[in-house]
Each structure stands twice: as structure tokens, then as C-alpha cells.
């Protein structure tokens, strides 16, 4: 099983906003619902190891994304239900940067366990659904259900199938795959999500972490919806155009110079 070394970007990042073309961007504020999904090493006895799931549970809060940056956050605050060697844990506080160039975004989740606070879990999502609707141009009311868009046009928050406006393309959670896979059940499958944690969430990467090996997959948007409740337009500084002018100027001349 493949688990990527996580890494970020901060002058990539900055470059894709410089010249992303567009002439403001959108700070977006969504309603959303989903699942956590626990996994890490089973021991099943008799020398028999697997990558199983652990626990499950239902996630719902809220969260904004940053069109022009890529920066997303949520005050996500919920304790497992499932006792960890005698004591819950508590995910609180999700950050989140688009990787340029990509429909992923990698960010984290701080976990507090026993007497040991803010516990780092690493987490890479498919972001395919939730890029795509935003290039359809999100507005208030506006819910992303599995690999739906839709438009509330009445006003009724029912949604229904005349308000049905495209396929948004969103990925199936790795923990779907998993629960396909292995032995852990009853279960039931989430389907496609806007934000769906990928099998390169890289988890607890720490060493010296009690949960060192432990992957938290936070999968956005699955089996129910993101909710649109706010959209805030935000000017982009002139000088990041300029700068992002002058990177495209050395990039032409770097290219006739090879010519």
C-alpha cells in the first residue's frame, strides 16, 4: 500500500495565484456532512497483520475555501465514539492548500488523545468535485451531492431534479475501498464525494506519536452533501497581477532563448 512523503508548496501555490487569470476571487463557506473513517495495522492474531479499518463514524460542520489561494479551514470539533486504550480522541481544527497543478489538496487535523494535545494527522483529498463545481460558478443555496450540482432556483432547499445543473466528476473515497476490501462490517458504502480522502493520506507520520501509523480518512461531502452558505468576493491586488506578468514575460523570453 502506497503512502506518498507529504509535501507543500508555498512559491507554486503563490505562482498559481498570480496567474490564474481570473480578476477576483471567491471566498466560499459551506455547510457539509460526511464521515471519518480510522484505519491503521490490525493485528489478527497468529502473526497475521492487516490494513484494516478500525472505527467509523458520521462528521458534519463547516468549512471555506479560498479560490484565489487555495487555503481551506474548518472549526471541525467532534470526539470518536470508539475508545482508544481506554480514551476517546478529539479531531478538532482541519487546514487545507490545493497542490497547483493537481485536483488534490493536502492539509491536516490536530487530534488531542489522554494528556497528549494536537496530534498531527495528514490528510490528502481528491478535490475533483469540489474544483469542478467551482468552475461552474457557486452561489448561495447551491449543494454538492455526491457527483451532483445543485441549484435550489426555488428557494425550498428540496432539490430536485429540475434543479439538477451538472456532473461534477467527484472521486470515491478511499475508505470505501477499504471497507469493500476487508473485514470490518457491517458497513455501508458512502459513495463519490466532493472531497474524498485518497489511499496517499499520509496519516500519523510521527514516530514518536502514540498513533504513530494511524490514518484518519475525513471524506467531505460524502453520502449526503456541501451545502453553499456564503459567497464572498475578493478583490486580488494589483501588484499580483503585475508580478504574475513579469514571471510570464521571463518564461517567454526563457523559451525564445532555447529556440
Not at 17 to 30: M, N, W, Y
Not at 122 to 132: C, F, I, R, S, Y
Not at 171 to 176: H, I, L, Q, R, W
Not at 183 to 205: F, H, K, R, W
Amino acid at each position: 500500500m502506497r503512502h506518498p512523503s507529504f509535501c507543500k508548496s508555498a512559491a507554486a501555490l503563490g505562482f498559481c495565484c498570480a496567474v490564474s487569470g481570473v480578476a477576483q476571487a471567491d471566498i466560499l463557506t459551506f455547510d457539509f456532512t460526511g464521515r471519518l473513517t480510522i484505519a491503521g495495522l490490525v493485528d489478527y492474531g497468529g502473526g497475521v497483520q492487516e490494513f484494516d479499518i478500525i472505527a467509523y463514524q458520521p462528521i458534519s460542520a463547516s468549512l471555506s475555501y479560498d479560490t484565489a489561494s487555495g487555503v481551506g479551514s474548518s472549526g471541525l470539533s467532534m470526539t470518536t465514539d470508539t475508545l482508544f486504550f481506554g480514551s476517546p480522541m478529539q479531531f478538532h481544527d482541519i487546514t487545507m492548500a490545493h497542490q497547483p497543478g493537481t485536483n488534490l489538496i493536502e492539509g491536516q487535523v490536530l487530534v488531542d488523545w489522554n494528556v497528549t494535545n494536537d496530534i498531527q494527522v495528514l490528510v490528502e483529498w481528491d478535490a475533483t468535485g469540489l474544483m469542478n463545481a467551482i468552475d461552474y460558478g457557486l452561489q448561495v443555496g447551491d449543494k454538492l451531492s455526491g457527483t451532483n450540482l445543485y441549484r435550489d432556483a426555488n428557494g425550498d432547499q428540496m432539490w430536485d431534479a429540475s434543479e439538477w445543473v451538472a456532473d461534477i466528476g467527484s472521486a470515491t473515497p478511499y475508505a470505501d475501498v477499504l471497507m469493500q476490501a476487508g473485514n470490518y462490517g457491517p458497513y455501508t458504502l458512502q459513495g463519490p464525494a466532493p472531497l474524498a480522502a485518497t489511499s496517499g493520506s499520509p496519516g500519523v507520520t510521527d514516530p514518536m506519536s502514540p498513533f504513530y501509523g494511524i490514518y484518519g480518512f475525513f471524506d467531505i461531502g460524502s453520502g449526503n452533501s456541501m451545502y453553499v452558505t456564503s459567497v464572498t468576493a475578493v478583490p486580488v491586488p494589483a501588484a499580483v497581477w503585475l508580478f504574475g506578468s513579469g514571471l510570464l514575460g521571463l518564461f517567454g523570453m526563457a523559451g525564445r532563448s532555447r529556440g
